[in-house]
T-cell receptor, first 115, second 111 residues
């Protein structure tokens, strides 16, 4: 597709379940970012990939959060043993340039609700 | 620490009214500044940007000027339309060039 695609759009999980959120960036984009957006807040940085290399994971809130991009295209954000505070919209963004490019192209997000 | 502070919403205007959404930032160094917009049911998309002091970003009738002396990047539009109803996010790159966002301002334009 022409844009960044994320799936699922909506996910409801019981506390303690593991979830996996997928991001399909724009073809050829080297940079990929994950953000977490709580209700009424702006996106908060989680992690950054340049191709398959995870260059920054400083924003991941705990070791329950794990992201990968094994072939430098599709990325998966995995959350283990979900907690209620993990409820948020998870945004994926990609860029054709390096980290310093500025303009990011966002997907529509995956809304996670943990009961 | 580094942050972006923008005007709290929601903002409700009548069509053709003048819009200002304030944004200020804290920074060390020389960040680039951005406004992103999120229309209902869509992902965030870049509205405009400015990469150095005194630059003016503009798009779709919106403007914002990078003011280093006041550390501001206020968004303005002279005459809003119903189709401008959306959430607007001010953002900046920080020292590591990560994009940091404000909390967002919801704009509703009534006919």
């Amino acid at each position: 597709g022409a844009g960044v695609s994320q799936s699922p759009r909506y996910k409801v999980a019981k506390r303690g379940q593991d979830v996996a959120l997928r991001c399909d960036p724009i073809s050829g984009h080297v940079s990929l970012f994950w953000y977490q957006q709580a209700l009424g807040q702006g996106p908060e940085f989680l992690t950054y990939f340049q191709n398959e290399a995870q260059l920054d994971k400083s924003g991941l809130p705990s070791d329950r959060f794990f992201a990968e991009r094994p072939e430098g295209s599709v990325s998966t954000l995995k959350i283990q043993r979900t907690q209620q505070e993990d409820s948020a919209v998870y945004l994926c963004a990609s860029s054709s340039r390096g980290r310093h490019a500025g303009e990011l192209f966002f997907g529509e997000g995956s809304r996670l609700t943990v009961l | 620490g580094d942050s972006v502070t923008q005007m709290e919403g929601p903002v409700t205007l009548s069509e053709e009214a003048f819009l200002t959404i304030n944004c200020t930032y804290t920074a060390t160094g020389y960040p680039s500044l951005f406004w992103y917009v999120q229309y209902p049911g869509e992902g965030l998309q870049l509205l405009l940007k400015a990469t150095k002091a005194d630059d003016k970003g503009s798009n779709k009738g919106f403007e914002a000027t990078y003011r280093k002396e006041t550390t501001s990047f206020h968004l303005e539009k002279g005459s809003v339309q119903v189709s401008d109803s959306a959430v607007y996010f001010c953002a900046r790159t920080n020292n590591n060039n990560d994009m940091r966002f404000g909390a967002g301002t919801r704009l509703t334009v009534k006919p």
